[in-house]
Structures are given as C-alpha cells and as structure tokens.
C-alpha cells in the first residue's frame, strides 16, 4: 500500500511541473510558490485539511496563471477533476491565436528564404555548384526562424538574442567564404555537421536562456523527438498532397511536376519544420502519450536487429566495410539507438522501480557498444593502412563519442537495474553530454577544412 502523499510533496510536484516550462525563469516559479504557500495556510488556518487547501489553492492561483491551470487540468482525472472549470479546455486564448499567426508568419518567412536565391540567379534545380550552395545553407532558410520562434515565446532580452545570433552568424561566414574545393569531403562534413551544431543553438532560445539547467536540456530533448515525429507525420501528408497535385493537373494534360519540385517541395520542407515546432508546443498532451508507445514499440525491433547482425558477424567471420556510405549508415544506425535511449529516459518515471523494458534498453546499448567498437576497429585498420582522411577521422571522432555515451550509460543502467543507484544519474548524464556533440560538430565545420586544407 502506498503511503499518502504529504503536502510537500504535492508542491514538490507542482514545481517540478513549473521548472519543466521554458517560458518561466527561476524567479518567476519562486513567486509564484510564494503565493501558492500563502494561500495553502491561509485555507489551512480556516479549517480545511492539508489535501483540500492544496486543491482550492491550485485552482485559485490557476485563474491568475495559465500554466498553474494548465497543470490542474493535467493531473484533474486522478487530483482535482471536480476544482477545473468544464469550459476552460475548449477556451482559445487569445495568447494561442497569436502564437499560431506567429508560427504562420515565420513558416511563411522560412518559404521565403528558401526561393530568395533564386532572383539572385541561384535556383534550386541548376548546376552542380547551385545545388552545393542550397546544402551548405540549407539550415539558414529555416532554424533563425525556428529560433526566432523560441525567443518571441519565451521573451529574450536583447543581449540573449546577441548570443543566440552569434553560431548562426559564425557558421554562415565558415560555409560560405571558406575556400572549399568543389564538392570537396570537408564542405560535404561541414554541411553535414552545421545542422547539427545550430539545432543545439536553437536549445538555447528554446530553454529561454537557462541552457545550463538539466530540466531544460532534458525538455529539449522531449522536443526534438516530439518534433520528429510530428515532422514525419507533416512530411507523409505532404507526399501525397504533391503526388494527388501532379495528378489532378495530370488529368489535364496540364505538367504541374516543376511546380511541385521548384515551390512545393522545397517551400514544404522549411515551413513544416516551424508548424511541427508549432504542434508540439501547442498539442503537448496528445503526442506525449504517443512518442513513449513508438518507443516501446522501436526498441525491441532494433534491440533484436543488432543482435542477430552480431551473431551473423560472428558466424560468418565478416568484418565491417569502411566505405563512406557504410560508416555514414552505421553512424546514423547508433545515433538513432541513442536516440531511442534518451527519449525512452526523457518519457520514463525517474521514480519508478526497474522493469523488464529497462533491462531491454540495457541489452541494446550493449549490443551498440558490440558494433560501435566494430566499427572502430575497421576505422582504425583502415587508417593504419591509408592513412587519415576526413571522412575517416570524422568517423572515427564520432564513433569514440558515442562510445563514451554509450559505455557509460551501460554501466549507469546496469547500476540502477542492480538497484546501485537511482536513475537520476542517467538521466542527468544524458543531458550534461549534450554539449560534447555540439562542439564536435564545430570542430567538423571550422577545423576541419583547414586541417585538411579545404578538400
């Protein structure tokens, strides 16, 4: 039988609620506690029990604060369904309209900035040396927006989007007055890893400027997989809108194919990533009952891939090819374990006891840690036998990465199946690491082509 909760635990939970908003800084939640304290012992002096002040002192501070009332009717069917007004969950605010006219607006702007170069003779289906400028660039048509979005939410100060400015600033005059030679290997890394490294930028507009808080590393962990998924979604609908257009008009004998390829397409792919920002933002509650399901559901599949691609390696004494192709297409394999392993951390009860899903999570990273130390090893036999190259050394600097990630998460999982430790060490292990890829994909984008002297 579990214990009753005390009233220090119930505002325990109530701020941790609070501290997972982006939109509210420290001093704000204080305040706000300090109000709902008040309350509490005021309603307690009056003769009601610890439970039924907490309650109505909730729904009271809930009239003056959206994201007070957001969380009653979060928790209501199991806390305080009878203290939630029926009318409040159909109400639209007039804050939510001029959010989804803000995330129009700059999805549209986005749209924009993806066929300006084209009056500028730069179009999206010309020459080769076109289509490298459209890759180099490719983040800059849509993640100043993205992070523009973020800091109109969560109001930065004008210093705070000084230093948001600057890796966005930085990596356009590196991708575009770097000396690249033509299709060279460190302009297709650079591009490659620019993505990557300004997608964590736009973390720090969307934490409100509190990167270095676990809480909101971890929230923008739960976003980037919310939004993943959402962006899938966007991007199926999306195909078959173009294929249904191009058909109808086909009906016609009427050729709409460029259309598709020069305005639909490129304009679709940069404004669905604000409308997906969008979406998770505003539809919270719906896609966090779904992203933890795809996570069961995925993680056995590909816990059960890894092993049986061991077994057969072993079996037929195979070794792994270092071709380019390959080594991108089992970085990207590790990567999404790893992905699978934070978002099944971001999702999962830190409280919660050990179960058999987390002894499955265990067995995956193994197995990643088994291929990832097969993939250093044909990396290192390659080098010692041709020598470095940047594909090669970009390669292996990942590999090692995710291998520390990787290792010390097995032992961490491994300790609190054990019942060792808590799973707050993982967890917070995960959000602390955050940093290592983005100065890695620094590294990749600014040393790289002089290291190796631009080709």
């Not at 109400?91 to 702007?109: C, H, P, Q, R």
């Not at 030679?181 to 890394?189: D, K, P």
């Not at 609908?237 to 397409?265: H, K, Q």
């Not at 265990?362 to 990396?379: E, G, K, N, S």
Request: proline share 4%; aromatic share 14%; hydrophobic share 55%.
């Amino acid at each position: 039988m579990k214990p009753e909760k005390k009233l220090d635990d119930y505002i325990s939970e109530w701020r941790h609620y609070l501290q997972r908003q982006p939109s509210l800084r420290q001093g704000d939640i204080e305040e706000l506690e300090d109000h709902l304290q008040s309350q509490v012992e005021a309603l307690v002096d009056s003769g009601l029990d610890d439970d039924e002040a907490f309650l109505v002192a909730v729904k009271r501070l809930g009239k003056i604060d959206a994201i007070t009332r957001e969380f009653a009717a979060e928790y209501s069917e199991r806390l305080w369904k009878q203290l939630v007004p029926a009318g409040e969950k159909g109400f639209i605010s007039s804050a939510s309209l001029t959010d989804s006219a803000m995330a129009a607006g700059l999805a549209v702007a986005a749209a924009i900035a993806v066929k300006l170069p084209e009056f500028f003779g730069i179009p999206i289906d010309g020459s080769e040396s076109d289509a490298f400028f459209y890759i180099r660039n490719f983040c800059f048509f849509v993640l100043p927006f993205l992070a523009l979005y973020f800091g109109l939410k969560r109001k930065l100060a004008a210093v705070e989007y000084a230093v948001l400015s600057i890796p966005f600033v930085m990596g356009a005059l590196i991708v575009n007055l770097f000396p690249f030679r033509e299709g060279s290997h460190t302009e297709i890394l650079a591009s490659l890893h620019l993505p990557i490294a300004l997608w964590l930028a736009v973390g720090f507009a969307y934490s409100g400027a509190r990167w270095r808080s676990h809480e909101q590393r971890m929230n923008y962990i739960r976003f980037s997989g919310e939004w993943f998924i959402y962006y899938v979604l966007i991007g199926l609908g999306g195909g078959v809108l173009m294929g249904f257009t191009m058909f109808i008009f086909g009906s016609i004998e009427f050729d709409a194919e460029r259309f598709v390829n020069s305005w639909m397409l490129p304009c679709g792919i940069v404004g669905a990533v604000i409308v997906s920002a969008w979406l998770v933002e505003s539809k919270k509650s719906i896609i966090e009952n779904m992203a933890p399901v795809l996570t069961r559901l995925f993680t056995p599949m590909f816990t059960a891939l890894l092993i049986v691609f061991l077994l057969i390696m072993a079996w037929t004494d195979s070794v792994i090819s270092v071709q380019r192709e390959v080594l991108i297409g089992f970085d990207l394999l590790l990567v999404l374990v790893l992905g699978l392993l934070l978002y099944s951390i971001s999702a999962r009860d830190p409280e919660a006891s050990p179960g058999l899903f987390d002894l499955l999570q265990l067995v995956m990273v193994i197995c990643a840690l088994l291929v990832d130390v097969l993939a250093l090893w044909a990396i290192g036999s390659r080098i010692s036998e041709f020598g470095f190259t940047p594909n090669r050394v970009a390669a292996l600097g990942e590999n090692l990465i995710l291998l520390v990630n990787l290792g010390w998460s097995a032992i961490l999982y491994a300790r609190f199946l054990g019942k060792r430790s808590s799973f707050h060490p993982l967890e917070r292990w995960q959000t602390a690491y955050i940093p290592v890829y983005a100065a890695w994909a620094w590294v990749v984008v600014i040393v790289f082509p002089v290291l190796f002297d631009y080709a």
